[in-house]
Each structure stands twice: as structure tokens, then as C-alpha cells.
């Protein structure tokens, strides 16, 4: 089965980023949920409808570290093509292209984290809004 892809524009351009392998993505966001958990708790907590998953990962990118961040962008850079070719079709393929224009890489890597884990937090922000309901019923 071939993995999902989807086509995202930053600053004109449009980068076709694919699901990373089930593994990897599992690995990564055990890391990553111990930065958002706090986020995700006070979400569920606060019983607040509409919050939205950019909020919870924008709220949350400031707790990255340096080694997260590059394992991130490494896993995404692989998963990533532009006009076809990988970001990362060579060692310094990436660098070139985002080289200053380092708000861009943050918005291209906010992308990919969000495409990657749309399903589990919006699915954990469904279920905490429907607990909040169903104990207020």
C-alpha cells in the first residue's frame, strides 16, 4: 500500500510531503507528545470547543529541542520533494534551500507536523470536547 501524500505551498512554493513509515512517525511523536501533553491537558481540561491543532503545535514548538527539531526535519526532509526531487536528495540539498530563509523551514516543518498528526489530535480534541459534554449532560 502506498503511503499519503499531499501537496503543501509555502512562500510560492509547493513541496509534496508523504506520510512518513508508521515506525518512524510513531517514534517521533512519543517524543514530541511529551512536549505537547502539556498542551493536550490543559486543552481536555478546560473542556474549550474549537481549539484548533494549529494552536496546540504553535503553542508547543517554542519546548523543542535542538536534537527533536533536527531529528524532525530529517525525517520530513526525506519524506519531502520539490518539483519531484527530495529536500534531501543530497547532503546539501537542504541546507541550499532553505538557507536564509529560516522562518520558512518553521513553516514548512509546522506543515509536515501537522499534516503527519492531524488524525491523533484531532481525534484527542474530538473525544476531550465530547467527555466535557457528556459530563455537563
Same mark, same amino acid.
Given at each position: 500500500?502506498?503511503?499519503?501524500?499531499?501537496?503543501?505551498?509555502?512562500?510560492?512554493?509547493?513541496?509534496?510531503?508523504?506520510?512518513?513509515?508508521?515506525?518512524?512517525?510513531? @517514534?517521533?511523536?512519543?517524543?514530541?507528545?511529551?512536549?505537547?501533553?502539556?498542551?493536550? &491537558?490543559?486543552?481536555?481540561?478546560? &473542556?474549550? @470547543?474549537?481549539?484548533?491543532?494549529?494552536?496546540?503545535?504553535?503553542?508547543?514548538?517554542a519546548d523543542l529541542d535542538e536534537a527533536?527539531?533536527?531529528?524532525?526535519?530529517?525525517? +520530513?526532509?526525506?519524506?519531502?520533494?520539490?518539483?519531484?526531487?527530495?529536500?534531501?536528495?543530497?547532503?546539501?540539498? +537542504?541546507?541550499?534551500? +532553505?538557507?536564509?530563509?529560516?522562518?520558512?523551514?518553521?513553516?514548512?516543518?509546522?506543515?509536515?507536523?501537522?499534516?503527519?498528526?492531524?488524525?491523533?489530535?484531532? &481525534? +484527542?480534541?474530538?473525544?476531550?470536547?465530547? &467527555?466535557?459534554?457528556? @459530563?455537563?449532560?
Amino acid at each position: 500500500m502506498r503511503r499519503q501524500s499531499s501537496p503543501i505551498t509555502i512562500d510560492g512554493v509547493e513541496y509534496r510531503i508523504t506520510a512518513l513509515p508508521a515506525t518512524k512517525s510513531r @517514534k517521533l511523536f512519543l517524543r514530541l507528545g511529551k512536549i505537547i501533553a502539556p498542551a493536550l &491537558g490543559m486543552a481536555a481540561a478546560s &473542556g474549550e @470547543k474549537g481549539l484548533k491543532i494549529d494552536d496546540l503545535l504553535r503553542d508547543s514548538l517554542a519546548d523543542l529541542d535542538e536534537a527533536l527539531v533536527d531529528d524532525l526535519c530529517d525525517a +520530513f526532509a526525506q519524506e519531502t520533494q520539490i518539483d519531484g526531487v527530495p529536500l534531501i536528495a543530497d547532503a546539501r540539498r +537542504f541546507d541550499e534551500h +532553505f538557507s536564509g530563509k529560516i522562518w520558512s523551514m518553521y513553516k514548512w516543518l509546522f506543515e509536515c507536523l501537522k499534516w503527519e498528526y492531524e488524525d491523533f489530535l484531532s &481525534g +484527542f480534541l474530538a473525544s476531550s470536547n465530547q &467527555g466535557e459534554e457528556s @459530563k455537563q449532560a
